[in-house]
């Protein structure tokens, strides 16, 4: 980020379902909208002491001064009407979208400090879950690495897929982690099919893949500059039902996260 600058940080966990509408005027559900100001504080956490959050001071402003008479570097809030005349600020969503975009040229950020119309569908379109299926082969540089994942685009396919597997998830492809979920047991009922139409309709196509026998979940993190450089950031560790839906995390040094998963894959992989 240049100098004299400063990160204007909004949460806004509607992302995946703007994305994948991708219309500047898309209204998400009650539901998200509630969580959105429930959680506008989230960057909180996360933001440098010299940034902003964007967010409402009718809720937030008495937690936020509690909590910053506890951790003295947290950032500051902004309120909406103090966008426009906040100079050097650079807006950092959750993710961007046309609505976010919309909803920040409102406020009086200037166009130039947005992503211009080749810049969001470059992000749609590495969004996108068959940037993932194309990129996956690529990732398997060994023997300890598995996995498929196939984009269908028809009915007649996601049926063969899943009559043809014991067990499969169907991923909408638009669709935030976690999210946009269909768990399959080698039966394409009728609410599968409804469902598979609905996402072939909207988004073009349904993401299919087998599922294994897990014995962790874990993911890596990875932080990106901004100027091309990406490193390691760390692990995390967690707990899901079987039926994939999150439990709980393990608060854990990466290195003893390294350990239990060198249980079963050899850390040089």
């Known amino acids: 980020m240049k100098a004299n600058t400063s990160a204007l940080h909004l949460f806004n966990p509607a992302h995946d379902l703007s994305l994948a509408n991708y219309s500047p005027t898309y209204m998400p559900p009650a539901s998200a909208c509630r969580l959105s100001v429930d959680l506008s504080l989230l960057p909180v956490w996360y933001a440098h002491p010299e940034d902003a959050v964007l967010a409402s001071s009718f809720h937030n402003l008495h937690f936020l001064e509690e909590k910053q008479a506890l951790f003295l570097e947290l950032p500051h809030l902004l309120m909406e009407p103090e966008v426009a005349t906040t100079p050097n600020l650079v807006p950092v969503p959750w993710g ?54 196939f984009y269908l ?6 049926r063969h897929f899943v009559e043809n597997h014991e067990t499969c998830l169907l991923k909408a492809p638009l669709s935030g982690s976690g999210k946009g979920l269909n768990w399959c047991r080698n039966v394409y009922t009728s609410v599968i099919n409804r469902w598979s139409e609905h996402a072939v309709n909207r988004q073009g196509g349904v993401v299919a893949e087998p599922i294994y026998n897990k014995v962790a979940d ?34 854990l040094p ?16």
């Open 96 to 149: 961007w979208n046309p609505a976010v975009h919309k909803y920040l040229l409102s406020l009086g950020v200037p166009s130039e400090m947005l992503p211009n119309k080749a810049q969001l569908a470059a992000i749609r379109t590495q969004s996108h879950r068959l940037f993932a299926v194309n990129l996956l082969p690529a990732l398997q540089l060994n023997d300890n690495f598995c996995g498929e994942s």
């Open 153 to 158: 685009t028809n009915t007649s396919d996601i």
């Open 254 to 269: 990466d290195e003893l996260i390294e350990r239990r998963l060198t249980n079963y894959v050899p850390l040089e992989a």
């Open 218 to 251: 874990f993911a890596m993190l990875f932080h990106a500059a901004g100027d091309g450089n990406v490193s390691f950031a760390g692990y995390s560790l967690f707990r899901t039902r079987a039926n994939g839906v999150y439990e709980s995390n393990m608060l």
